[in-house]
C-alpha cells in the first residue's frame, strides 16, 4: 500500500490550501482514513478522521474540512483561514484499529506534505 500526498506549500496568514493523498495498492471504500501533523520538536498529532462521520482536534475544527472520494481512492484537506501554527508536515493515514486520534491506531502512513504558514 502507498499513500500519496500531495498539495502542500508557503501561504500566508489566513491563507488557504487543499491537501490530496492518493492511496494505491488497496481500496479505500471501506477504510477509516485520518489526516495528522507534525511540526519540528514536536509529536504527531490528530487532525482529522474520515469514516462514516468526520471528526477534527478541537485547533481546526470550523478552518480545516476532510472529505474522500472512494471512485479517485483519494481523501482531501481543506484548509481555511490558515495561522502560523499550523506550519507543520502533513500525513495521511489508514486507520488499522483503536482509538481514531491516535497515531498509533494508524498503520499506513504516506510520506508527508510540508504545509508553511508565514508572512
Known amino acids: 500500500v502507498q499513500l500519496q500526498a500531495s498539495g502542500g506549500g508557503l501561504v500566508q496568514p489566513g491563507g488557504s490550501l487543499r491537501l490530496s493523498c492518493v492511496v494505491s495498492?488497496?481500496?479505500?471504500?471501506?477504510?477509516?482514513m485520518a489526516w495528522f501533523r507534525q511540526a519540528p520538536g514536536k509529536e504527531r498529532e490528530f487532525v482529522a478522521f474520515?469514516?462514516?462521520?468526520?471528526y477534527y482536534a478541537d485547533s481546526v475544527k470550523g478552518r480545516f474540512a476532510a472529505s474522500r472520494d472512494n471512485a479517485k481512492n483519494t481523501v482531501y484537506l481543506q484548509m481555511n483561514s490558515l495561522k502560523p501554527e499550523d506550519t507543520a508536515v502533513y500525513y495521511c493515514?489508514?486507520?488499522?484499529?483503536?482509538?481514531?486520534?491516535?497515531?498509533?491506531?494508524?498503520?499506513?502512513w504516506g510520506q508527508g506534505t510540508q504545509v508553511t504558514v508565514s508572512s
Open positions: 474520515i469514516g462514516w462521520n468526520t
Open positions: 493515514a489508514i486507520k488499522a484499529s483503536g482509538v481514531l486520534y491516535s497515531a498509533t491506531a494508524y498503520n499506513d
Open positions: 495498492g488497496r481500496t479505500i471504500t471501506n477504510d477509516y
